[in-house]
T-cell receptor, first 108, second 112 residues
Framework: RKEVEQDPGPFNVPEGATVAFNCTYS??????FFWYRQDCRKEPKLLMS???SGNEDGRFTAQLNRASQYISLLIRDSKLSDSATYLC?????????FGKGTRLHILP | SQTIHQWPATLVQPVGSPLSLECTVE??????LYWYRQAAGRGLQLLFY??????ISSEVPQNLSASRPQDRQFILSSKKLLLSDSGFYLC???????????FGSGTRLTVV
């Protein structure tokens, strides 16, 4: 099992729809989790941290399932500007592991 | 400010030429700094990290090297570039446990 796995997509979603994607991790001792957003040919930028109790930031909701070792990102009322690659990041044991990302295309 | 400066933004270099990419950071002193590479269609690969001046840890054996001559300066170098060194090079700093990592704007290197 890879350390961090994401469905590469692309997810093609109409504007206004809700989309969700998951990220699985193999190290059960992982401690911190993040979602990053990366626009084409740009650097990744922190979208949100993922807390054990789940957390929400506007249209974005992140959740952590330690038992099944995955985190999820839900985007509601998607906008054209949400089109990007979303990277899952897992920290644990002194290591930071980036997923390869899930590409999201919001269609007008 | 946790600003990270990287330059140049793009670079085209011939095979066998040397490389020097510079990263400077602002903000808190003694930051943990990182060099990542993102090849086309691939994930971020950690190349080097540094916890202080002169302290470099290499994650992947290759023809690249890194140096940290000053607290806020992190340099990535190569004596002879290979075609496989092409990629998007990102400098990053740790922003704190709850804030993940902050990246510089990156250097897109094409070796021809």
């Amino acid at each position: 099992r890879k350390e961090v796995e994401q469905d590469p997509g692309p997810f093609n979603v109409p504007e206004g729809a809700t989309v969700a994607f998951n990220c699985t991790y193999s190290n059960s001792a992982s401690q911190s989790f993040f979602w990053y957003r990366q626009d084409c040919r740009k650097e990744p930028k922190l979208l949100m941290s993922v807390y054990s109790s789940g957390n929400e930031d506007g249209r974005f909701t992140a959740q952590l399932n330690r038992a099944s070792q995955y985190i999820s990102l839900l985007i509601r009322d998607s906008k054209l500007s949400d089109s990007a690659t979303y990277l899952c990041v897992v920290l644990g044991g002194g290591k930071i592991i980036f997923g390869k990302g899930t590409r999201l295309h919001i269609l007008p | 400010s946790q600003t990270i400066h990287q330059w140049p933004a793009t670079l085209v270099q011939p095979v066998g030429s040397p490389l020097s990419l510079e990263c400077t950071v602002e903000g808190t002193s003694n930051p943990n700094l990182y060099w990542y590479r993102q090849a086309a269609g691939r994930g971020l690969q950690l190349l080097f990290y540094s916890v202080g001046i002169g302290q470099i840890s290499s994650e992947v054996p290759q023809n690249l090297s890194a140096s940290r001559p000053q607290d806020r300066q992190f340099i990535l170098s190569s004596k002879k570039l290979l075609l496989s060194d092409s990629g998007f090079y990102l400098c990053a700093r740790k922003s704190g446990t709850d804030y993940g990592y902050t990246f510089g704007s990156g250097t897109r290197l094409t070796v021809v």
